[in-house]
């Protein structure tokens, strides 16, 4: 087990996956289950007695296609979160059922920078500093948390990862 930023507390399998996420004032505990190509397939997030499970069905090239989220446990309703599509192995949109499409314009690692919807407007803006810090509150959406450098992470945000800060020194 490590500790990390943001007062989680992170532990890890023998092939180093992230198996659990915990924040350590009791208010959030994520467990993460891996396919036998180590890409995550599930995440059970248990937050103040609400269970939300997050599954993922992946392509051949292991890309995410789709996410089901279960929110309430055994007795929950499975819902449609979101489908995912590609070209050329890079992200070009992604849709919801409750908000429609949405293309997505990529930086060089394969991280959405910029969404924009089918009215034209832009409905998600990311800017980051030189080591992954994000700037200001510009971050306008959540569609880009699962696909945070997706080049990198296999489309699923790696919290280590991403937490790093950048300082200013020497």
Not at 100 to 105: H, M, V
Request: negative net charge; glycine residues 10%.
């Amino acid at each position: 087990m490590g500790a990390g930023s943001l007062g989680f507390a992170y532990e890890w399998d023998s092939l180093s996956k992230m198996k659990r996420a915990r924040r350590n004032d009791g208010t959030r505990d994520d467990l993460y289950l891996y396919t036998a190509d180590d890409e995550r397939i599930c995440t059970f997030r248990n937050a103040i007695q609400s269970i939300e499970e997050t599954w993922t069905v992946r392509d051949l090239d292991s890309q995410v296609l789709r996410t089901w989220t279960n929110v309430g446990g055994s007795s929950g309703t499975w819902t449609h979160h979101e489908d995912y599509v590609y070209r050329e192995g890079s992200l070009l949109a992604s849709w919801r059922p409750q908000e429609g499409i949405r293309l997505q314009l990529l930086d060089h690692l394969g991280t959405p920078r910029l969404s924009v919807n089918a009215n034209g407007q832009i409905p998600g803006l990311s800017v980051f500093f030189p080591f992954g810090e994000e700037f200001g509150n510009i971050h306008l959406d959540d569609r880009f948390d699962s696909m945070r450098l997706s080049s990198r992470c296999n489309g699923v945000l790696d919290v280590e990862v991403s937490n790093f800060e950048s300082t200013e020194g020497d």
